[in-house]
């Protein structure tokens, strides 16, 4: 069964250092997304992409967090300037359509640790 | 705005005993309701749905009803196996919200041989 897959599992990274988490969806979805989960609290959305562009962002998503899809297949979040508070597994996700009813399937995540 | 509110974990039980996560909602219209499950070191699955009211999700034992007159969407296993010991997690998602999912708390569950 297709599966989305993400690298690398585990990141540990300075403060104030840049990162780039990657997710390879399944080929043949249109909709992507990244959800974040601190410890112990609740996963939470971060944003959408669809066409070559962000279609909904959270609050989360500040100015320090961006999204690109360089190639067919990758799915990139870039966080600039790394916090303490951006600690948590990243997970990344992927939909054939947008109809509300689709599940989205995820990937493992990436662990990402700043020190 | 739309939240999710799941019992609080752990919930411990024995090989074989009948497990109840509730799952209640709130939101404005009718959403489609997911449970997914994150077994020990990978990511969420996607483990059943229900998209209107009255259906029923079902999916390797487990199942869930969609209740709009008590926006709940409640999990039920007659019979839990060790293989079962998960975190699981209660979503809805709006198209009208560009399909993103809202996530309640999560409920470890850990199943006793």
């Known amino acids: 069964e297709p599966e989305v897959t993400q690298t690398p599992s585990h990141q540990v990274t300075q403060m104030g250092q840049e990162v780039i988490l990657r997710c390879v969806p399944i080929?043949?979805?249109?909709?992507f997304y990244w959800y974040r989960q601190i410890l112990g609290q609740k996963v939470e959305f971060l944003v959408s992409?669809?066409?070559?562009?962000?279609?909904?962002k959270s609050e989360i998503f500040d100015d320090q967090f961006s999204v690109e899809r360089p190639d067919g297949s990758n799915f990139t979040l870039k966080i600039r300037s790394t916090k303490l508070e951006d600690s948590a597994m990243y997970f990344c996700?992927?939909?054939?359509?947008?109809?509300?009813?689709?599940?989205?399937?995820f990937g493992d995540g990436t662990r990402l640790s700043i020190l | 705005g739309n939240s999710v509110t799941q019992m609080e974990g752990p919930v411990t039980l024995s090989e074989e005993a009948f497990l109840t996560i509730n799952c209640t909602y709130t939101?404005?219209?009718?959403?489609?309701l997911f449970w997914y499950v994150q077994y020990p070191g990978e990511g969420l699955q996607l483990l059943l749905k229900?998209?209107?009211?009255?259906d029923k999700g079902s999916n390797k034992g487990f199942e869930a009803t969609y209740r709009k007159e008590t926006t709940s969407f409640h999990l039920e296993k007659g019979s839990v196996q060790v293989s079962d010991s998960a975190v699981y997690f209660c979503?809805?998602?709006?198209?009208?919200?560009?399909?993103?999912?809202?996530f309640g708390g999560g409920t470890r569950v850990l199943v006793k041989p």
């Open positions: 996700a992927s939909s054939e359509q947008d109809l509300g009813n689709q599940p989205q399937h």
């Open positions: 080929s043949n979805h249109l909709y």
């Open positions: 992409f669809y066409n070559n562009e962000i279609s909904e």
């Open positions: 939101a404005t219209g009718y959403p489609s």
């Open positions: 229900a998209t209107k009211a009255d």
């Open positions: 979503a809805l998602s709006f198209k009208a919200a560009g399909n993103k999912l809202t």
